[in-house]
């Protein structure tokens, strides 16, 4: 709405943006990104989906139509914006506890101690890559900042990284000003938070974790590339939370996942850099944002007729409102549910001579969801309407595989294709537990980008340490 409003005022019309109460200071926000803090919004009182007609009628009335009359007949206050620092400006000299106490203040951390980003840092970091400091990789919203390399290092030394991983921060900055991934969508409401996927001999050069306690922090290059991410998020891409962020619960940053490229090639399945259009070997990062997960324990059975049921099962238990961006509600088959095999799950299912395309296949065939609870999210639940599910067949907005009867009773894929459904292999390679995650539609989409090394790269690292 507010950049609507935008571009709106800039040709000469007055607008008045309708906002609820609860996001009200992400409007805020949000203007100051768009370089006009006194873009005029007129409030939303409480939230419609928990009103009466006749509440949100009184409110409308009392409230927000004296408010658009206002805006729209009164010239706005003007309002300067004060200028940012610069990117080499020294902001703040002090001790290690001082600089932390202001980077709070200053609402550039997470609540966690950061490394000062001192000039002697963030050059060390710079040594990692070919590419011009000041090159901007593209503009981010809400906050409509450019992600430099420069700005790339200095978040990176705060994170904690160490200067060798610059590379995959730099994929990292380009998939986030990628418009694909939607970077924009990353303070929704329902919290969702990127996982980021790491492929190549650059795991096992920059020792990722990608066996035992996958997922969990305590190892230095999952933990602080994860960390990057978010305060990249925060200081670049501008999501300050109770202002641009309003996850209504949110997650905390999630921890790289390195895929166990050993255990594919023994069993000659694609890495995931393969499936997202990479050749298989190269050094890749893939981010997707997802609104949750769960481990599901003790996958039994020696064959994938025995092992899949429980899968499948496990993998459509987790997807609930997010089918709406599978048939419609919200769009149509952007949905990428995500599965984590361990590698003995996964070379006991290829032992038999299946392919993961197989795995896709059986998940598409069996993680279904029943057609009356699909109507019941997008029609009643989640208020996403899309009439019915034969209604989108008739359209030609689904395939007919989602109307092969009236039975409401009829399992219907959580997915529009097999491909949909993402297959990693990692974690503990000797145990019998999986875990899935919930994709969060087009509100972040699966993005990849190819690692750019420098030259001499082997030689920096071996340099490094």
Known sequence: ??????????????????????????????????????????????????????????????????????????????????????????????SFEEVNEHFAAQEWSDGLPIVPPTLEKIAEFLAFTD??????????????????????????????????????????????????YGVEHSGNTPGAETLIVLNGPIIKELKF???????RDG??????VGRFWRLALRNIAGFLPHKTDKGTFGNTFRVVLAENEDSLAKIG??????????????????????TGGGVFPSVTGSRPEQMMPYIADAVAAQTGWEIVFTVGGLTYGTLRPLLILTPILAETIAKAGWSKGDVKRYLFDHARMAAWRVE???????????????????????????????DPNRMV???????????????D???????TFTQNGYLGFPTAKKIELPKNWAKRVKAAG
């Not at 409030?43 to 408010?67: K, L, N, Y």
């Not at 430099?148 to 380009?174: D, K, Q």
Request: net charge negative; hydrophobic share 45%; proline share 9%.
């Open 1 to 94: 709405m507010l950049r609507a409003s935008e571009v709106c005022e800039r040709a000469g019309f007055p607008t008045s943006s309708l906002v609820c109460e609860g996001f009200l200071g992400q409007a805020a926000a949000t203007a100051v990104g768009l370089g006009m803090p006194n873009l005029p919004v007129a409030t939303i009182v409480g939230h419609p989906g928990a009103q009466s007609e006749d509440e949100i009628a009184r409110f409308a009335a009392e409230v927000t139509a004296a408010q658009v009359v206002e805006n729209l007949t009164r010239q706005p206050d003007v309002i300067e914006l004060g200028d940012e620092p610069g990117s080499r400006d020294i902001v703040f000299s002090g």
């Open 131 to 180: 590419r011009d400091p000041n090159e901007s990789l593209g503009i981010v919203l809400p906050a409509s900042r450019a992600v430099t390399i420069w700005s790339i290092a200095v978040n990176g030394v705060m994170a904690g990284c160490r200067p060798e991983y610059m590379p995959i921060l730099v994929a990292l900055g380009e998939a986030m000003a990628d418009p694909f």
């Open 209 to 215: 974790n990608f066996e035992q306690g996958v997922l």
């Open 219 to 224: 190892f230095r290059p999952n933990t602080s």
């Open 269 to 290: 399945w694609p890495p995931n850099s393969a499936d997202m259009g990479f050749a298989a070997g190269d050094n890749t990062v893939t981010i997707t944002r997802l």
């Open 376 to 406: 019941k999210f997008t029609e009643e639940w989640a208020d996403f309407p899309i009439g019915s599910l034969k209604h989108q067949v008739n359209i030609g907005k689904l395939p007919p595989v989602f109307a092969e009867s009236d």
């Open 413 to 427: 894929p959580i997915v529009m294709e097999p491909d949909d459904f993402m297959v990693l292999i990692s974690g």
């Open 429 to 435: 390679p000797l145990r019998t537990n999986a875990y």
